[in-house]
Structures are given as structure tokens and as C-alpha cells.
């Protein structure tokens, strides 16, 4: 990993000037060059329009006053620096690339950055279709190229989508990622096939909509009134009205030229639209020129007055996303959290406008029901509705959804009793229980939670039946394992309150360590400070490919408290473990696995399923001969360590669990343990 004190953006259009923004808002320094004065003017008037807009919110909610706001102006405009050239590119640690989406363009850009930057700095590509590989080998570095795909407008949108092309390194996305963090961004990482993954998934859904419309000679003002809030938070065609018809069509025939392969039969799973092929030829690109879909009157542009049926068209709509989503995943170029958080925070099917997403909308359907849904549509319209085999995979192994507590997501069968309110059990078979995190919005490991977790354990080790326990976030589509320490709540109390709920937590992981309840965490995605130290004394770690793991505290002024400096050692080494401490930025899931902080990277949609499987093994294990190994483990001296290796194995040996181990291996039979 590298870090960033200096970015550049090249190209100060409306978006350059507003990735500029971001980044200047987010204390960093940046350089940003055009190849005129006035466009170089322009891009400045941008940032500087965009963050009075930001300070002035601020003003009216009376948390800034006009003085401190016109300062925050000039300070964040301040690290600006507008230029014609490339001599303030010398000591740049990223650049973002924002000049017109035409690749011979790009790779003149990349080519001369490659000549004027340091060799460490990372060159980044804002294109919402090119690939990252292509762009690449206009480089010596193609190591330390990527995409960093931003939404318009980059000022407000907050997803940002990580490209990785062939050749980039996991120290290019790991510095991307943060980097991405630092300047308020949702990143998300992904392949750099057509589209992408959000605009893949986008295209699917509008090829559908275009199609009816063209087909069945339907009313595009019926449609959008239609499909308002169901299938888009606004209407189709004047979304993309609004947006320009121009980028929305290099986007269909980029995915009917490179996915289709040029085919327009029916199989074909994108589709031009005619009219807007003809809209765009003669300049008529939507709002920004005054006609497109819509004329300047507002009145339909497109022929066609026929009724839509509306729920045919969200039926389709849907299909076409999971098909390319499971696609996507199926590639290994997205994950199904990147894709629902793609088309959350990216187009705005976002559960809390009313609107899910396509797998958490499957999810709520049911599984089995969006599978004959497919084979419904593959019967009236041909192939390109064939249902994808992940699907018919869960479906078959009976994940159906929120119904049955597991589909892409899971979802959490609580026991009818419960000892705790932040942390909830559910038993499941073979001595195994899961102990769900539930204190919403963000899993914080608050004194409340502390108090839940000695209380869950209390009841598992009395229970006397329990043998795992599998630790998961609560929340189905969770951006989190658990953020952290509740730092409000910690800021409440007195130096005494606050060494108390230290030796409670302290006390309740130690205790995790030196049971003969094995311990699994199913990391489904960020584990920061309190929630990475709570994964740290877990025995087994599991992590969704889309988990993230980091000790932010020193940017606090703290250092890690539940024991991130001490067992973070221990499963990556001294050197990694300091500087995961002293930095502060995250490290994603694999590079997690190759330092050996977790034990296995899986699949987010199989994470759950990977967890109780390793619980049901670690279960069926000697309990005594768990207990001892764990305890003999935790001794950091080797001297002390082998001593209580050879006390442990002379206690062992005598117990009827060790004669009834050596009983069976000798009789070719299960052993049956008693815990004795």
C-alpha cells in the first residue's frame, strides 16, 4: 500500500471539477489540469460552486456562520491548483483521469502521466466502460493502473466503483480503496468487463424496457409514471433524458457490440433503441440540448401511445438485472454485496426509497418464485431469459430466501427465548448455535453489546450443549460486521466506567480463547476496530469476499483497545500488525488471507454456509482436547508454552475422553466424546 498526500485530476470538465472537489474536501492537495485556461477556470468555478452549496446547507442549519463558512470556502478551493501543465506533476501520489471516453484519448493521457509522475504513484481512469487493460499498456506500470469509476454527480453520488484491470495489483486496490475512503467515497471493487458492474446491470434492465416500448408501440410518459419508484426511483426514459442520450446509448451498442457479439435476435440480451439511435445522430441528446425523448414542451418524442402493462415491464426489468448480476458474480467480476450496494448507491434502488435492489429483492420474493419467473419468461421470450445456475443451485439446496432464513443473504431464525437484546442466539444442529449481532445501524461494540456478549456466553457454557458458536452481523445486506467501538457512548463515561467496560471486554474475549466452545466469525463485510478486535478473538475467522478488516483508532489519537494489539500480532506477525496499527487503513479479504488473519475467503452468498460447516467439524472435536489446545495456543513464551504443552497433554491423556479417542481409532469407529 501507498499513500496519498498529493492527487491530480486531468480533464476539468464538470466532472473532473467535481472529483477535484472531493478530494480537496478531504484535506488532500490537487492538481488539476485541461488544456485551455477557460476550461481550467471552468472546472475551479465548479469545486468552488459545489462546496458553497455544501457550507451553505451547513449555514442553514445554523452549524457554521457566514464568516467560518466563506473561509471553509477559500480553504477547501485553496488546495486547487489549476494548471496548463505537467510541472506539478512530479511529486503526485494519484491521478485521476477525466478527459473524453475515447480510448486513443486515454492512452495519449496515460502515456504521458506514465512519463511525468513518480513511479509509485497510481494512475486512475474515470470511464464508465473502457477497460482498464486497454488503457494499461499505454503504460510501464500497468501494475498501478485502475479505474475509479465515479456517478455523476461525482460531488453528491457516493459509490464509486474500483476497477481492477489484468495486471492490476492488490497494492494498487488496496491504496484505491482507502484512498476512495479517505475522500467520503463507497467503494465497491470490480471486474472490467463491458459496463462494469452497475451500468452492466442498468443496460440489462433498460434493454427490456426499450424493447416493449419499440415493439408494442407503448407511451414513454406512461411508462415512466408506471415504473416511477418501482423499478427506478424515476422514470426510464426521463432519466435518461435528463442524464444525455448520448452516453446511454454508447453504453447499449458498447453491450450489444462486446456481450451480444452484434446480435439483435431475440436471444440477445441488450437492445438499441431506434429512436434514440436517431435522437442522438441528429443532436437531439435530452435536456442539455432541449429535445431527446421529451421535447422542450415537455410532450413525448417517441412514437407510441399503446398502454404498458406495467407489471410485466418490472417483472422483466428484474430478471434482466439478476440475470447479469448472477452473471457478474458467476465471472467472479462482482460480489453479490457489490452488486446490491452498486444499485443502491449508484442508480438508487435503495431499500430506504422503497426500492430494493435486485438480490435482496429476490430474496424478499422468494428464490423459488423469481426461478419460475425465469422459466416463465424463457417460455414467451426465448433464451435470453435462461434462469442462471446459481439460482437454480440455491434454489435446489432449499435457500429460497428470507422464507427459509437464507438465499443470497442470511437472515436470522431466532431462538423464542433470548438471554440478551444486542446479541441474539439461534440454535441450529450438531451442538452448534449462532450468536447474531444486532445493535443496528452499524453492529457498534457499545457497553451494551459488552454486557451481551458475557451474557450470551454465561448461557452457551451452561447450556452444556453447545460446542461452536458462529458470530455473524444480523442485518441481511450489512455494510458491516461491526464499525467499531461506540466512541459517543464511550466519551460519556468517567475514567472508571471506562477501565470497568475495558476488563469486561477483555475479560468476555479471553474467555472465548480458553473454552471448549469453538468460536467462528463470518465476516460478511467491514470489521473495524472493536468489531476487528472481536473477530481477532474468534478461534476460526471466515470472510465474505467482500469483508474488510482495519484498526482505525490511531486517527482518533487512540490506539486499539479490545486487544488489537496483541492478538493481531499473533496471526500476522509483528511488522504487519504494527503497521495496521499505526496506519490505520483497511486491508480487504485477500490480503487478510495472505497475511493469515482469517482462515478461508469464500464467496459472500456462501458465507454462512462455509461457517457452520467449519462449526459443525470444530464441534464434533474432543471438547477437553479443544479446551487445552486453545489454552496451551495462548502462551506467548516458548519455554512457558512448551512446559504447558507437556502439563496439558499429561492431564489429557488420563481423562475418558483420551481413552475413548484411542478406543475408537483402534475399533475403526466414531468416537463419542463426554467431555471427562
Not at 57 to 66: D, F, I
Not at 201 to 221: D, K, P, T, V, Y
Request: a negative charge; hydrophobic letters at 45%.
Amino acid at each position: 500500500m501507498s499513500f496519498v498526500f498529493k492527487a491530480a485530476v486531468v480533464g476539468a470538465g464538470t466532472m473532473g471539477g467535481q472529483i477535484a472537489q472531493t478530494i480537496a474536501a478531504a484535506g488532500i492537495d490537487v492538481v488539476l489540469k485541461d488544456v485551455k485556461q477557460e476550461l481550467v477556470d471552468h472546472g475551479i468555478a465548479v469545486a468552488t460552486g459545489v462546496t458553497e452549496k455544501q457550507v451553505g446547507r451547513l449555514v442553514k442549519k445554523g452549524k457554521l456562520s457566514e464568516e467560518d463558512a466563506e473561509a471553509h470556502v477559500a480553504e477547501v478551493v485553496g488546495r486547487i491548483e489549476g494548471t496548463l501543465s505537467y510541472d506539478s506533476f512530479g511529486d503526485v501520489d494519484f491521478v485521476i483521469e477525466a478527459v473524453p471516453e475515447k480510448l486513443e484519448i486515454k492512452q495519449a493521457v496515460f502515456a504521458e502521466l506514465d512519463a511525468v509522475t513518480p513511479g509509485h504513484a497510481i494512475l486512475a481512469s474515470n470511464t464508465s466502460g473502457l477497460a482498464i487493460s486497454d488503457i494499461a499498456v499505454a503504460t510501464v506500470r500497468p501494475d498501478k493502473v485502475v479505474g475509479t469509476h465515479y456517478f455523476f454527480p461525482a460531488s453528491v453520488m457516493p459509490l464509486l466503483e474500483i476497477v481492477e484491470g489484468d495486471l492490476t495489483s492488490p497494492e494498487t486496490i488496496a491504496t484505491t480503496y482507502a484512498f476512495a475512503q479517505a475522500t467520503k467515497k463507497q467503494p465497491i471493487v470490480v471486474g472490467e468487463g463491458p459496463g462494469f458492474t452497475v451500468n452492466r446491470i442498468l443496460a440489462a434492465s433498460m434493454s427490456e424496457i426499450f424493447r416493449a416500448q419499440q415493439e408494442q408501440g407503448l407511451s414513454i410518459q406512461k411508462i415512466d409514471d408506471g415504473l416511477k419508484g418501482k423499478a427506478l426511483p424515476m422514470g426510464p426514459f426521463f432519466l435518461m433524458n435528463s442524464l444525455g442520450l448520448d452516453p446511454s446509448l454508447h453504453l447499449q451498442e458498447q453491450m450489444v457490440e462486446e456481450v451480444d457479439e452484434g446480435d439483435t435476435s431475440t436471444s440477445a440480451r441488450f437492445f438499441n433503441h431506434a429512436r434514440q439511435t436517431e435522437l442522438v445522430a441528429q443532436g437531439d441528446l435530452g435536456a442539455k440540448t432541449g429535445d431527446g425523448f421529451y421535447k422542450k414542451d415537455g410532450s413525448s418524442n417517441v412514437e407510441g401511445d399503446a398502454d404498458p402493462d406495467i407489471d410485466q415491464l418490472v417483472n422483466l426489468s428484474h430478471l434482466a438485472m439478476v440475470r447479469e448480476a448472477l452473471l457478474l458474480i458467476e465471472d467472479g467480476d462482482a460480489t453479490v454485496r457489490d452488486v446490491d450496494l452498486g444499485m443502491a448507491a449508484g442508480t438508487g434502488l435503495d431499500p430506504k426509497r422503497g426500492i430494493m435492489p435486485p438480490l435482496l429483492k429476490c430474496d424478499v420474493e422468494g428464490l423459488d418464485v423469481v426461478l419460475e419467473r425465469f422459466e416463465t419468461a424463457a417460455e414467451e421470450h426465448g433464451d435470453r431469459f435462461d434462469a442462471p445456475p446459481t439460482l437454480r443451485r440455491l434454489v435446489a439446496q432449499g435457500r429460497l430466501g428470507q422464507k427459509s432464513g437464507q438465499g443470497f443473504y442470511a437472515y436470522p431464525q431466532y431462538d423464542d427465548t433470548q438471554v440478551a437484546e444486542t446479541v441474539k442466539l439461534e440454535t441450529r444442529e450438531h451442538g452448534v448455535v449462532i450468536a447474531w449481532l444486532d445493535n443496528p445501524p452499524v453492529n457498534s461494540i457499545s457497553p451494551a453489546v459488552v454486557q451481551d456478549l458475557q451474557k450470551v456466553w454465561d448461557h452457551v457454557e451452561q447450556d452444556g450443549t453447545t460446542r461452536a458458536v458462529v458470530f455473524a452481523s444480523a442485518s441481511p445486506m450489512s455494510a458491516v460486521f461491526s464499525a467499531g467501538a461506540d466512541i459517543k457512548a464511550f466519551t460519556q463515561m468517567d475514567a472508571d466506567q471506562g477501565r470497568e467496560l475495558m476488563d469486561q471486554a477483555h475479560n468476555v474475549f479471553r474467555r472465548f480463547g480458553h473454552s471448549s466452545i469453538v468460536t467462528v466469525g463470518a465476516i460478511n463485510s467491514i470489521a473495524f476496530g472493536g468489531g476487528s478486535e472481536l473477530a481477532l478473538a474468534m478461534d476460526v475467522r471466515i470472510a465474505a469476499q467482500s469483508a474488510a478488516f482495519g484498526q482505525p483508532e490511531i486517527k482518533l489519537g487512540l490506539i486499539p483497545g479490545f486487544g488489537g494489539t496483541q492478538r493481531l500480532r499473533r496471526l500476522v506477525g509483528q511488522p504487519k500488525a504494527l503497521e495496521l496499527n499505526l496506519v490505520g487503513d483497511p486491508i480487504l479479504a485477500d490480503e487478510a488471507y495472505a497475511h493469515g488473519l482469517v482462515n478461508t475467503v469464500v464467496p459472500d452468498h456462501e458465507l454462512l454456509d462455509v461457517a457452520l460447516n467449519w462449526a459443525r467439524r470444530l464441534a464434533g472435536q474432543a471438547p477437553l482436547a479443544v479446551e487445552k489446545i486453545k489454552q496451551v495456543s495462548d502462551v506467548a513464551d516458548l519455554v512457558d508454552g512448551i512446559q504447558a504443552e507437556k502439563d496439558a497433554f499429561a492431564d489429557i491423556f488420563a481423562t475418558d475422553d483420551a481413552s475413548e479417542g484411542i478406543s475408537a481409532f483402534l475399533g475403526k469407529r466414531d468416537a463419542r466424546w463426554t467431555g471427562k
